[in-house]
């Protein structure tokens, strides 16, 4: 059984271009969470999705990044007109149920140069 | 929304010596206390949880305790040993309702030999 899978691992974008964050929950796993890590602290709730819904966002910018978990295929975060301050590690965790152990994934690091 | 509060956010010990990291929280309804672990450059790795019904947990060389009515929740590393060494995150939520994890803000543990 595979875990969470996130590619890339790593990404490199210039200012103004989209970020693609691509998050593979572990089998049998219909919750995604999505969290993101600045240097020297700790993991910051971004979006939590259930297949097709969005339960809470209540971490996200209101602004350029939006997220989704189609029926099929894996969980997307996008981030818009990126900026140096988007530069991080984001982080995607799933769980069998909801609220229940998290399991994460190798993460992504964003670099916006 | 939920707060967490780690200390210490560093801790230095000699190997073979016992670490105790402490979390304080303040919503009531919080019953489900799992602590992460995260070496450099890695995904956050579940080690230990609790559950409100419960005052002690141990697992080998590990061990969290629970008190409900202070609000706080520790983590006990006994026998150090250096591949201890890492980030070790307290997080919480309230199972009972569509609501995320909760990060602590994290405390670097050091063995040294």
């Known amino acids: 059984n595979a875990g969470v899978m996130q590619n890339p691992r790593h990404l490199v974008r210039r200012r103004g271009q989209e970020a693609r964050l691509r998050c593979s929950p572990m089998?049998?796993?219909?919750?995604v969470y999505w969290y993101r890590q600045l240097p020297e602290e700790g993991l910051k709730f971004m979006v939590y999705?259930?297949?097709?819904?969005?339960?809470?966002e209540s971490g996200m910018p209101k602004e350029r990044f939006s997220a989704e978990f189609p029926k099929e295929g894996p969980s997307i975060l996008r981030i818009q007109q990126v900026v140096r301050g988007d530069s991080a590690a984001y982080f995607c965790?799933?769980?069998?149920?909801?609220?229940?152990?998290?399991?994460f994934g190798s993460g992504t690091q964003l670099s916006v140069l | 929304g939920e707060n967490v509060e780690q200390h210490p956010s560093t801790l230095s010990v000699q190997e073979g010596d016992s670490a105790v990291i402490k979390c304080t929280y303040s919503?009531?309804?919080?019953?489900?206390f799992p602590w992460y672990k995260q070496e450099l450059g890695k995904r956050p790795q579940l080690i230990i949880d609790?559950?409100?019904?419960?005052g002690e947990k141990k697992d080998q060389r590990i061990a969290v305790t629970l008190n409900k009515t202070a609000k706080h929740f520790s983590l006990h590393i006994t026998e150090t040993q250096p591949e201890d060494s890492a980030v070790y995150f307290c997080?919480?939520?309230?199972?009972?309702?569509?609501?995320?994890?909760?990060f602590g803000t994290g405390t670097r543990l050091q063995v040294t030999l």
């Open positions: 999705l259930q297949k097709e819904n969005i339960i809470d």
């Open positions: 965790a799933s769980s069998r149920q909801g609220n229940e152990k998290l399991f």
């Open positions: 609790i559950r409100s019904n419960v």
């Open positions: 089998k049998g796993h219909s919750h």
């Open positions: 919503d009531s309804a919080s019953n489900y």
């Open positions: 997080t919480l939520i309230n199972t009972g309702t569509a609501s995320k994890l909760t």
